[in-house]
């Protein structure tokens, strides 16, 4: 058995232990996909492959319009979906990959995009040969860059905050 399998197979048991005991969790891109997996839900490439990497915009649903403004660029950088389990809550969509960020009961969240990442993370994938441009809704690196410096500052400063109100602060 791989590490990678081993590894994966402990972080599902890890999520199910939070979930059943309550404890905050958020799952970030395959984070929130194995959320999604552990409660029941399909986890996969959409029809067709598409990617998002680079900045986009996201949306609250109503439930969502709690955690998230009216719109919020993000960074994305994947190419796989989740589908929104039984007893979980759409919290923000997108166009191109619709299920963004969910939450199971009080505290256990999952988002796709990565609100994470610092400009120089991102600049990082941008030079990895994974690194997805070209394929079908990446944004190629000029776009990446534009959007990154007129976004980011404004994800921070929600992303600071999300963590703050789930994790409590300093």
């Known amino acids: 058995m791989s590490k990678r399998v081993?590894?994966?197979r402990?972080?599902?048991?890890w999520i199910e232990q939070c979930i059943a005991r309550g404890v905050p969790l958020l799952g970030i891109c395959q984070?929130?996909?194995s959320i999604a997996h552990v409660l029941g839900a399909w986890?996969?490439?959409?029809l067709g492959e598409p990617h998002e990497f680079g900045y986009s915009p996201i949306r609250p649903?109503?439930?969502?319009?709690?955690?998230f403004p009216d719109e919020l660029h993000v960074c994305q950088n994947h190419f796989h979906e989740f589908a929104i389990p039984d007893g979980a809550e759409l919290l923000a969509s997108a166009e191109e990959f619709p299920n963004q960020a969910m939450r199971h009961g009080e505290n256990t969240f999952g988002f796709q995009f990565h609100a994470e990442v610092t400009p120089t993370?991102?600049?990082r994938w941008q030079s990895r040969e994974w690194a997805c441009f070209g394929k079908p809704g990446a944004q190629n690196?000029?776009?990446q860059d534009r959007l990154g410096a007129e976004h980011d500052a404004a994800q921070h400063h929600w992303?600071?905050?999300f963590l703050d109100r789930l994790f409590g602060g300093i």
């Open 121 to 123: 993370g991102f600049r």
């Open 10 to 13: 402990h972080g599902r048991r």
């Open 141 to 143: 690196l000029d776009e």
């Open 43 to 46: 986890v996969g490439p959409m």
């Open 159 to 161: 992303f600071m905050g």
């Open 31 to 33: 984070g929130a996909q």
């Open 6 to 8: 081993v590894l994966i």
């Open 61 to 67: 649903s109503v439930a969502g319009k709690v955690f």
